[in-house]
């Protein structure tokens, strides 16, 4: 099954982690059977962890790096246009931006596994009902989505836009976490928390209608088209959980107060 792997990389000097597949499929392994579960049967007998220092420090580190990534994207992207945004294609080795574009691809790629570290927190809080279907799909989703790509075409091209947005939606998602971890009082209190799932609703909205508007329109671009209906599909697929995710904790919750 792995022998698709003998395939050469795009990228010759290949970073930590990426050289090959067993380093994630062992850490997505490890995760899946300690948040499903190893963990819950560990955390059986025993109180939950008081995590609250642990939290502070990873949510401020979070909100910390996905702003930092999200300013040197927007920065290239939107105020420099070091791509062409109706085929932004990966550059070629040589390009002066291309060492840019794969430390921000590989910073990327190990972001989505230090999110994994979410769903660890939840099991030693015993915040079960936190654990669903949708948050763990997304966290698995979204590493191995980064590396087969990584792997197999090469980094940047139109995930860059991918990045940009969703360093922003998780920079306002950790912003809210740390909050709520420091002032465990106003969690409650915290209005715009539903605002958190409208934004994420709104980032694939975006990511949907773009793909879907360079794949229509921009037939001429060099980049594959399956990774562009790939990107299609997975919007689709989050905007339908999200949502349901929106109408069951915030609409009918809400009538069922009232």
């Given at each position: 099954?792995?022998?698709?792997?003998?395939?050469?990389?795009?990228?010759?000097?290949?970073?930590?982690?990426?050289?090959?597949?067993?380093?994630?499929?062992?850490?997505?392994?490890?995760?899946?059977?300690?948040?499903?579960?190893?963990?819950?049967?560990?955390?059986?007998?025993?109180?939950?962890?008081?995590?609250?220092?642990?939290?502070?420090?990873?949510?401020?580190?979070?909100?910390?790096?996905?702003?930092?990534?999200?300013?040197?994207?927007?920065?290239?992207?939107?105020?420099?246009?070091?791509?062409?945004?109706?085929?932004?294609?990966?550059?070629?080795?040589?390009?002066?931006?291309?060492?840019?574009?794969?430390?921000?691809?590989?910073?990327?790629?190990?972001?989505?596994?230090?999110?994994?570290?979410?769903?660890?927190?939840?099991?030693?809080?015993?915040?079960?009902?936190?654990?669903?279907?949708?948050?763990?799909?997304?966290?698995?989703?979204?590493?191995?989505?980064?590396?087969?790509?990584?792997?197999?075409?090469?980094?940047?091209?139109?995930?860059?836009?991918?990045?940009?947005?969703?360093?922003?939606?998780?920079?306002?998602?950790?912003?809210?976490?740390?909050?709520?971890?420091?002032?465990?009082?106003?969690?409650?209190?915290?209005?715009?928390?539903?605002?958190?799932?409208?934004?994420?609703?709104?980032?694939?909205?975006?990511?949907?209608?773009?793909?879907?508007?360079?794949?229509?329109?921009?037939?001429?671009?060099?980049?594959?088209?399956?990774?562009?209906?790939?990107?299609?599909?997975?919007?689709?697929?989050?905007?339908?959980?999200?949502g349901n995710f929106y109408v069951k904790t915030y609409v009918q919750a809400k009538k069922k107060q009232q």
């Amino acid at each position: 099954m792995f022998g698709v792997f003998d395939k050469p990389a795009p990228d010759p000097n290949q970073l930590f982690l990426t050289d090959s597949p067993w380093p994630l499929f062992i850490i997505l392994t490890t995760y899946l059977f300690f948040v499903l579960k190893c963990g819950k049967l560990f955390m059986n007998k025993r109180q939950p962890y008081n995590l609250r220092k642990v939290l502070l420090v990873y949510n401020l580190g979070q909100v910390t790096y996905n702003g930092i990534f999200f300013g040197i994207t927007f920065y290239n992207l939107i105020i420099k246009q070091i791509c062409n945004w109706r085929c932004m294609e990966p550059f070629p080795f040589g390009h002066e931006h291309k060492n840019l574009e794969r430390y921000v691809h590989y910073a990327y790629f190990i972001n989505k596994i230090l999110d994994l570290l979410d769903t660890v927190f939840f099991v030693l809080r015993k915040s079960y009902k936190q654990i669903s279907f949708l948050h763990v799909y997304h966290h698995v989703m979204m590493c191995c989505g980064c590396y087969l790509v990584m792997r197999f075409y090469g980094t940047g091209g139109h995930l860059n836009f991918v990045g940009m947005l969703n360093s922003l939606v998780h920079t306002v998602m950790y912003f809210y976490y740390f909050l709520s971890a420091y002032y465990p009082g106003l969690k409650a209190s915290l209005w715009w928390k539903k605002y958190i799932t409208i934004s994420q609703l709104m980032q694939f909205l975006m990511l949907f209608s773009y793909a879907a508007y360079i794949l229509v329109f921009s037939r001429d671009c060099g980049y594959p088209a399956c990774l562009l209906l790939v990107q299609i599909v997975q919007a689709v697929i989050m905007i339908y959980m999200f949502g349901n995710f929106y109408v069951k904790t915030y609409v009918q919750a809400k009538k069922k107060q009232q």
